[in-house]
């Protein structure tokens, strides 16, 4: 069965620019983007696997919804798209800062309401390129995820929890996630995130790096920023200063926007500017073995 919905924001919605931070690569299993400008995103939700089908058309968003959570993804599509995000919470009259927000019209922070489905992504994230990330989540997703509900997309829905632990070493190894992150997330698929995601660094192996991406992710935090990212702080600090910076000098820049750190990390991602890549880069292994 379809569920369908029509959805009139009180105010612009730019629906890839919002929901972007889900997609990882754009060979995400879990995720795609049409040529008509719709958007696919299927989910494991408190009800079941789903999927959800989001178009804007005359200042409109049309949703369609299928599977045993398709009910729950339509209920809460409209935060995932930012209502209950607040851009005018940013208040500075930093020039630069200023331009950001113009250009980010309709951007909005969303939020997912699905913790773990955050949290094993950012896991793989870990101190690796984001191509070796997100190769081993389209494995992971193709060999244990199953058919998303609806249209036959190719979409897979990422295994529940309980189901992350059951995953046999031999494919962790063949997705090139390392031992380290898959004893990550196998012992915090022991643990119930959803209800304890304000404690998530009190988990083995989750430092503020990954609670960070998934708060910002999974809660929509306007004030999350992930310290400890390889390329962030010198995106951050090209955008406002011209120059990279490390850590403590991204925080010391963010500093005046208190409350609003996260939203301003997330302008300068997607409209800011980014240093000439010079020197080495991380290198992206491969731990896969066939």
Known sequence: MTLTRTWTPPFPVDIRATVGQHRRGTGDPAMRYDPDGSVWRASHTPDGPGTLRLRAHAGEVDAQAWGSGGAWLIEQFPDLLGAADDPDALITDDPVVQRLQRQAHGMRLGRTDRVWEALVPAVLEQKVVGTEAWR?????????????????????????????????????????????????????????????????????????????????????????????????????????????????????????????????????????????????????????AF
């Open 136 to 288: 081993a989540w389209r494995y992971l997703l193709r060999t244990h995820g199953e058919p998303a509900p609806g249209p036959d997309t190719g979409l897979r829905v990422p295994p529940r929890r309980e189901d992350w632990a059951a995953i046999p070493s031999w494919d962790w190894h063949r997705s090139g996630a390392e031992p380290v992150r898959m004893r990550t997330i196998t012992r915090a698929a022991a643990m119930d995130v959803e209800r304890g995601a304000d404690h998530l660094t009190s988990l083995r192996g989750i430092g503020p790096w990954t609670a960070a991406e998934v708060r910002r992710r999974a809660l929509g935090d306007p004030d999350a920023v992930p310290v400890g990212d390889y390329h962030l702080p010198k995106v951050v600090g090209h955008t406002l200063i011209g120059e990279p910076v490390d850590d403590a000098g991204m925080l010391e820049l963010l500093e005046p926007f208190a409350g609003q750190r996260g939203r301003v990390v997330r302008l300068c991602e997607l409209y800011g500017s980014r240093p000439a890549r010079r020197g080495p880069r991380m290198s992206v292994r491969d731990y896969r």
